[in-house]
C-alpha cells in the first residue's frame, strides 16, 4: 500500500505569493490533518478534514485554508506568504476520527519563503 | 487549550537505557502518543496509551499517568539508529484535536 504522498516536495516563493500544497492519503484513510513544523515551534496543527468536511482548525491566520475532494486527497493554501511561513508542512492521514487512530504522516513540503 | 512539555536534548550511549520524560495539561483527555522523527524524515508512530500504567513493544516502553497528567518513553538496548527527535503527542481538549510537544532530540553516543 502507497504511503502519505506530498507534492511538491520543496518549493521556493517570495513574499505576497501564495502557495497550494497537495496530499493523499492512504488508500482507504479518509481523515487528513495537516500541521506546520518548524525548529523552534515543533509540530502546530492547521487542520483536521474527515468526509470533505473540516472538523478542527488550529491557531493560525485566515491566510492559511485547506480542502478535502471526495477521494480524500487535500489541498491547502497559503496566501500573501510571509517570510515566518517558511517551514516544513506535513500531511498525516487516518482511516477514521476514532481517537486511537495513529497518524501517517507524509514526507512534507519544504516551503522556503524569501 | 493543551499544554505539553518534553526536554529539548538527551544524550546516552549506546547499549544503555533512556527515560524521555513528557508532562502534559489538557481538558478531556482522549489518549497520549509517542512518534518518532529521523532528521529529514516524517515522524513514524511508536506508542499509544489511554489507560494509566505500562506498554510494552520490543525495546521500546511507554507509561501513562492520567492523575499526574505524565508519560514517559523508555528507550533500552540503545542502538546508534536510535538517534532521532521523540514527539509527544496528546489528544484531547477542543475538537478532540492531536497536538504534539516541541519533541526531544536523542542522541546516541559510543
Known amino acids: 500500500k502507497a504511503g502519505v504522498t506530498q507534492t511538491p516536495r520543496y518549493l521556493i516563493k517570495t513574499r505576497g505569493q501564495q502557495v497550494t500544497l497537495s496530499c493523499s492519503p492512504i488508500?482507504?484513510?479518509?481523515?487528513v490533518s495537516w500541521y506546520q513544523q518548524t525548529p523552534g515551534q515543533g509540530l502546530q496543527f492547521l487542520f483536521e478534514y474527515f468526509s470533505e468536511t473540516q472538523r478542527n482548525k488550529g491557531n493560525f491566520p485566515g491566510r492559511f485554508s485547506g480542502r478535502q475532494f471526495s477521494n480524500s486527497r487535500s489541498e491547502m493554501n497559503v496566501s500573501t506568504l510571509e517570510l515566518g511561513d517558511s517551514a516544513l508542512y506535513l500531511c498525516?492521514?487516518?482511516?477514521?476520527?476514532?481517537?486511537?487512530?495513529?497518524?501517517?504522516f507524509g514526507s512534507g513540503t519544504q516551503l522556503s519563503v524569501l | 487549550g493543551q499544554n505539553i512539555d518534553q526536554p529539548t536534548e538527551m544524550t546516552a550511549t549506546e547499549g544503555a537505557i533512556v527515560q524521555i520524560n513528557c508532562t502534559y495539561q489538557t481538558s478531556g483527555f482522549n489518549g497520549l502518543f509517542w512518534y518518532q522523527q529521523h532528521a529529514g524524515e516524517a515522524p513514524t508512530f511508536l506508542s499509544y496509551?489511554?489507560?494509566?500504567g505500562l506498554e510494552e513493544k520490543g525495546r521500546f516502553s511507554s507509561f501513562l499517568s492520567r492523575s499526574k497528567g505524565y508519560s514517559y518513553l523508555l528507550l533500552k538496548e540503545l542502538q546508534m539508529k536510535d538517534s532521532a527527535s521523540y514527539l509527544c503527542a496528546v489528544r484531547g481538549g477542543g475538537g478532540n484535536k492531536l497536538t504534539f510537544g516541541t519533541g526531544t532530540q536523542l542522541k546516541v553516543e559510543l
Open positions: 488508500s482507504g484513510h479518509r481523515s
Open positions: 496509551n489511554v489507560l494509566d
Open positions: 498525516a492521514s487516518s482511516p477514521s476520527l476514532g481517537h486511537r487512530e495513529k497518524l501517517f
